[in-house]
């Protein structure tokens, strides 16, 4: 069945790049629509952006600036990066797979999550 | 602010039946976009619940349905268990955005 699971530091300093890492089982990665989701405490969940295995991406216009995400084929893999980081990218971060190519796909698959503090 | 609106919470009796709205604009429901329900227990991975407005994947149970009309959507659940205690999203597309859009979130709470 199809797994996913992130990986990465649990704690950033404020300013620096924030990288995840997610790693997919079940399924090769250049099969599907690939996102980032987050949670941050006490709110609700904010989709982050998409990517391709061509190298589409699509990102949130509000994270946009400081957001790169990429794919490792080799290693079914996924990450990403978000730089000059605040105490407000404090969150838990999902990974997720679409469903299908359509602009409104649903995320049909998600990784646990893992929780990023943000410190200054 | 959320793009999409659902209310705080709900809540009900084991057994009753409970609705949660998702109410959008032009750019994202009421475009014609799909809507789509995920169940979320904290600590866990959320779980697509509804589909394309009302399809269920395989292993949700019948109790769970949606619906959609104009720039609004539902999510109704029937036969309240207290294992549907959880926190509940709704998703979509918004033109405006270019991107998928969520719900800020209803907890449910089983009385």
């Known amino acids: 069945q199809v797994q996913l699971q992130e990986s990465g530091p649990g704690l950033v300093k404020s300013s620096e790049t924030l990288s995840l890492t997610c790693t997919v089982s079940?399924?090769?990665?250049?099969?599907?629509?690939w996102s980032w989701i987050r949670q941050s405490p006490g709110k609700g969940l904010e989709w982050i952006g998409f990517l391709y295995y061509t190298g589409t991406t699509n990102y949130n216009p509000s994270l946009r600036s400081r957001v790169t995400m990429s794919l490792d084929t080799s290693k079914n893999q996924f990450s990403l990066k978000l730089n000059s980081v605040t105490a407000a990218d404090t969150a838990v971060y999902y990974c997720?797979?679409?469903?299908?190519?359509?602009?409104?796909?649903?995320?049909?698959?998600w990784g646990q999550g893992t929780l990023v503090t943000v410190s200054s | 602010q959320s793009v999409l609106t659902q209310p705080p919470s709900v809540s009900g009796a084991p057994g009753q039946r409970v609705t949660i709205s998702c109410t959008g604009s032009?750019?994202?429901?009421?475009?014609?976009?799909?809507l789509h329900w995920y169940q979320h227990l904290p600590g866990t991975a959320p779980k697509l619940l509804i589909y394309?407005?009302?399809n269920r994947p395989s292993g949700v149970p019948d109790r769970f349905s949606g619906s959609k009309s104009g720039t609004s959507a539902s999510l109704a659940i029937t036969g309240l268990q207290g294992e549907d205690e959880a926190d509940y999203y709704c998703q979509s597309y918004d033109s405006s955005l270019s991107g998928s859009v969520f719900g800020g979130g209803t907890k449910l709470t089983v009385l």
């Open positions: 394309g407005n009302n």
């Open positions: 079940g399924v090769f990665i250049t099969n599907y629509y």
């Open positions: 032009s750019s994202n429901i009421g475009a014609g976009y799909d």
């Open positions: 997720a797979r679409l469903l299908d190519y359509s602009t409104s796909s649903p995320f049909d698959h």
